[in-house]
Structure formats: structure tokens, C-alpha cells
């Protein structure tokens, strides 16, 4: 009953490199999500999938692209990393009313 | 979805009941009540939910006034692992195709420090 899967967990980039977070979720949730929390503030949305086979920009989705690979799978990509981009990474999924949270990437770009 | 009102921070002695507060005056009426919290750089888990009948779970009471504008999460007995940011967030449920499902908005939420 492992719920939301992220890899890697830690990641340090150089500014420009590239890199792709992993989501998997084991609840057969339809909707996937991915947030960003930087230090003090509330998580922000950068995309979402409401269902397989659809994306759409969050509050936040400059910089990053999404693809829901399958039902389970929700992946996001940073093409340029930045500085700015650095943050704690939150992958969810929800069914009904219930979200439920991966334990976040913390990334760190130099 | 509905703008919520929390106290910024709060104490709460362990072994205590911890009552926190949420205003959202501007609920609708298809928008349910929920309750995240966020455990020191963990990822947000959820605790209890309501649409206008109070609610209790294993973790948790929820209590929503009658005109359904404001909210209180009880924590009948506090521990010290209580100790977190407790999010309140009003939205409707997402249906069973994902619509409504955009996911949900955090807003600062209440630091809940217990105190031995």
C-alpha cells in the first residue's frame, strides 16, 4: 500500500540542466497533480490531470511541461533549470475527496 | 472555491484538546470543508472533511456552524506529533470522472505547536 511513489527524493542541478520528476500512485486515483512549496509559504500548483489523457496549467507552470504517462503515472520536467526553480516538489493524487501526497523531491539548482 | 480565514499560530498543551478555528464566509453551498495538515516538510496529509453535518473520524471532529460560515477541527487528545501546519480549504468534491478536480488551493494555515 504504497499510495504516491516520487523519485529521486533529493536532487541538486546546475542552472540549464534538465531533469524529470517521477510521480506513480497505486490507488487508481483518476486526477494527478504537482505543487511546489518554497520555505514558509503554502503549496502552490503548477499542473494538474483531472483524468488520463489531459493536462493543465496550474498556478505556477512557467518553466516546467507535464505528461500523465498512464493512469498512474504523472511526470514533470524542468528544460532549463533555474534558480528560482528551487523548492520542494509535491506530487498528489485525489478520487472523490481525498488528495493524497507524495513525501516531495527537494531540488536545489545552482 | 471559497477564500478561509485561520489563525496564524496557536498553542495547545499535550493532553489537551487543540480547537482550530476556520472562517469562510463565502462557502457555497455545493463546497465541502476540508482539513489537510503538514507535518515538518512532509507532504500535506488529509484528516477530515464535512458538507454541513459535524463529523468524526479515528484522527479527528469536525464541527461546521449551521449557517455553514466558519468550522472548527478538534483534536480530542493532543501529542506532541500533532505539532504542524493545519490547512483548512473549502471545494467542491471532484465527480467521478475528475471533473471539478483542479486541484486544491493552500492557503498560509494554522501552526499548531504543542507544548509538553
Known amino acids: 500500500n504504497a499510495g504516491v511513489t516520487q523519485t529521486p527524493k533529493f536532487q541538486v542541478l546546475k542552472t540549464g540542466q534538465s531533469m524529470t520528476l517521477q510521480c506513480a500512485q497505486d490507488m487508481n486515483h483518476n486526477s494527478m497533480y504537482w505543487y511546489r512549496q518554497d520555505p514558509g509559504m503554502g503549496l502552490r500548483l503548477i499542473y494538474y490531470s483531472a483524468s488520463e489523457g489531459t493536462t493543465d496549467k496550474g498556478e505556477v507552470p512557467n518553466g516546467y511541461n507535464v505528461s500523465r504517462l498512464n493512469k498512474r503515472e504523472f511526470s514533470l520536467r524542468l528544460e532549463s533549470a533555474a534558480p528560482s526553480q528551487t523548492s520542494v516538489y509535491f506530487c498528489?493524487?485525489?478520487?472523490?475527496?481525498?488528495?493524497?501526497f507524495g513525501s516531495g523531491t527537494r531540488l536545489t539548482v545552482v | 472555491d471559497a477564500k478561509t480565514t485561520q489563525p496564524t499560530s496557536m498553542d495547545c498543551a499535550e493532553g489537551r484538546a487543540a480547537n482550530l478555528p476556520c472562517n469562510h464566509s463565502?462557502?457555497?453551498?455545493?463546497?465541502?470543508v476540508y482539513w489537510y495538515r503538514q507535518i515538518h516538510s512532509q507532504g500535506p496529509q488529509y484528516i477530515i472533511h464535512?458538507?454541513?453535518n459535524n463529523e468524526t473520524n479515528e484522527m479527528a471532529s469536525l464541527i461546521i456552524t449551521e449557517d455553514r460560515k466558519s468550522s472548527t477541527l478538534i483534536l480530542p487528545h493532543a501529542t506532541l506529533r500533532d505539532t504542524a501546519v493545519y490547512y483548512c480549504i473549502v471545494r467542491v468534491a471532484n465527480d467521478y470522472s475528475g471533473g471539478g478536480a483542479d486541484g486544491l488551493t493552500f492557503g498560509k494555515g494554522t501552526h499548531l505547536i504543542i507544548q509538553p
Open positions: 498528489a493524487s485525489s478520487e472523490y475527496y481525498g488528495y493524497t
Open positions: 464535512g458538507l454541513k
Open positions: 463565502t462557502i457555497s453551498g455545493n463546497e465541502y
